[in-house]
């Protein structure tokens, strides 16, 4: 890591502490698809914007190293991959994925009529889920699904051994803030849109709940 008395002379070719977290990466992978920018250099602000943006250039195959800091502004280098690297990463990814599969969670019930019902049911499905021997690669959750995810929800242990079985839960961070729950989750981790519609693109199957 680059010493923080160095900071202030590095040059960063993108500007994320007055975007969203979203921005700055729509920015990243611009900058990155254009002629001459094989690596560049991403200024942010607060620990976490810097972590987001070092988990989305490693899920996007990317080159990623924190540089240094200054105060509450970090500076982050993401560069492209050599296409052997790449490759390498992407044999590696089915290696370790073969049957990459995708939930997608968009309420807390299963079913509109009888709210009561349609959350026994979606508790039960959690369980049920939970003890089977194949499972989703990944959890996607959105909209008032977030709720599942709370630490007063009556489905964290299924979740967090789903968690604890491998799988990636993806809880989303708009309809968390939304919903004035960010500090309430308490099983897998808060994306943005962009990282979720990335991971849904990229599936091979997925299942609608």
């Known amino acids: 890591m680059a010493s923080n008395e160095h900071f202030s002379d590095a040059q960063f070719e993108v500007d994320g502490r007055s975007l969203h977290l979203c921005e700055t990466l729509l920015a990243v992978k611009q900058k990155l698809g254009t002629a001459g920018h094989e690596r560049l250099n991403v200024l942010l602000s607060g620990e976490k914007a810097r972590d987001d943006i070092l988990r989305f250039a490693r899920d996007s195959g990317l080159s990623a190293e ?12 993401i560069g492209k991959r050599a296409p052997e690297q790449r490759e390498q990463l992407e044999e590696v990814a089915v290696a370790e994925r073969p049957g990459d599969s995708i939930l997608f969670i968009s309420g807390e019930t299963i079913g509109a009529r009888d709210e009561s019902l349609g959350r026994m049911l979606m508790t039960k499905f959690l369980y049920s889920l939970a003890e089977m021997q194949e499972r989703p690669t990944t959890i996607v959750i959105v909209s008032r699904g977030v709720r599942l995810t709370t630490r007063k929800s009556e489905n964290l242990e299924p979740l967090r051994t789903l968690e604890n079985a491998g799988v990636d839960i993806m809880v989303c961070r708009p309809s968390a803030q939304f919903l004035q729950l960010e500090d309430e989750i308490a099983v ?11 991971r849904l693109l990229a599936a091979r199957k997925t299942l609608s709940i």
């Open 188 to 198: 897998g981790r808060l994306c943005d849109m962009y990282q979720v519609v990335e």
């Open 66 to 77: 924190s540089l240094g800091q200054r105060g509450e502004d970090f500076l982050v280098g």
